[in-house]
């Protein structure tokens, strides 16, 4: 006997909110396999394996279009999506470590009870800023993409 999730169940067991599967479906990523009299969403158990490829590459870093992209086999095989996660995890062990090495710096200062200069403030600032600074300007492309692909598909259909 097959088992059925509604998507409100769904969000339960899988911590998700209704609101992401929801969009997942709106994108094409993540889809019900089928629905019940009244139009509910119902997900089987090959819909919570699907879903757990997608959380799981999501989970390695990759943007939306990009796990689609890799679950329609279009992207990347296996072994690039673990290279492309190999190179992001380095690239974050990288600014830890210049994190790590000002923090450092300014703890010793303080330790020896020497003034901080604007510069040593300056590049700690820095320092914890472009930890953060690379996933928000990823997310900004991302939503400049979207935002580009509806502005062509309005003028596509402004001109039917």
């Not at 699907?50 to 943007?63: A, M, N, P, Y």
């Not at 796990?67 to 600014?95: D, F, N, T």
């Amino acid at each position: 006997m097959k088992r059925y999730w509604k998507v409100g169940d769904l969000a339960k067991l899988t911590g998700l909110t209704v609101r992401t599967l929801r969009f997942y479906d709106q994108i094409g990523l993540f889809s019900p396999s089928g629905q019940t009299d009244s139009g509910h969403r119902l997900y089987n158990e090959s819909d919570l394996a699907r879903l757990q490829q997608i959380l799981s590459l999501k989970e390695l870093g990759l943007s939306l279009d990009e796990v689609k992209s890799v679950l329609a086999g279009e992207l990347y095989s296996p072994l690039e999506i673990v290279k492309l996660q190999m190179e992001r995890v380095k690239e974050q062990i990288k600014l830890q470590r210049q994190l790590l090495e000002q923090l450092a710096h300014v703890s010793k200062l303080m330790q020896g009870k020497a003034p901080l200069t604007v510069d040593d403030f300056t590049s700690l600032l820095m320092a914890m800023k472009s930890g953060h600074e690379k996933p928000v300007i990823e997310r900004r492309m991302s939503w400049e993409h979207r935002l580009d692909m509806l502005g062509s598909f309005l003028a596509d259909h402004d001109e039917i």
